[in-house]
């Protein structure tokens, strides 16, 4: 199994900045991406950003330009650095771990952006 933590969500005002971190233990070695995804009220959770073991990025159109995704293998860590933040980037972030036979959710971490 592989656990997951995220952190460093919280409250900022529109055009702030925010950087989440998810923090994975466990049989990391059978973790091939990560990703971000997020679920605000009343809407399914969907998909933010992904990296890959190698390094490949793939983002939404809603968040490319603003949010980075990167990654500390050392640390076993992603982060999701997020720039000039919107009203309706407002939601509950969730890190995933996609392997080869199992994918693993965090406990999500609230970023609320006010207007």
């Known amino acids: 199994q592989v656990q997951l933590v995220e952190s460093g969500g919280g409250l900022v005002q529109a055009g702030g900045s925010l950087t989440l971190s998810c923090a994975a233990s466990g049989s990391i070695f059978s973790i091939n991406a990560m990703g971000w995804y997020r679920q605000a009220p009343g809407k399914q959770r969907e998909l933010v950003a992904t990296i890959t073991s190698g390094g490949s990025t793939n983002y939404a159109d809603s968040v490319r330009g603003r949010f980075t995704i990167s990654r500390d293998n050392a640390k076993n860590t992603v982060y999701l650095q997020m720039n000039n933040l919107k009203p309706e980037d407002t939601a509950v972030y969730y890190c995933?771990?996609?392997?080869?036979?199992?994918?693993?959710w965090g406990q999500g971490t609230q970023v609320t952006v006010s207007s």
């Open positions: 995933r771990s996609i392997g080869r036979l199992h994918n693993y």
